[in-house]
């Protein structure tokens, strides 16, 4: 009889690479916009993008 390992754990997941990357970049842009604030969109959009990748790993 062949016995199978419990699969009460869940799966760990995989790190994306551009996470780190990602971390890194919205951390920067923070640290500047607080010297500079900056309102183009360009960078708001940016923030917006890097918040929302981040997210999917947070939670």
Do not use: H, W
């Amino acid at each position: 009889m062949a016995t199978f390992p419990k699969t009460s754990k869940p799966a760990p997941r995989k790190v994306d690479p551009a996470l780190s990357t990602a971390l890194k970049r919205g951390l920067m842009l923070m640290y500047l916009n607080e010297f500079k604030p900056t309102k183009t969109p360009k960078k708001i959009a940016e923030l917006k993008k890097i918040s929302c990748f981040v997210r999917k790993f947070v939670q």
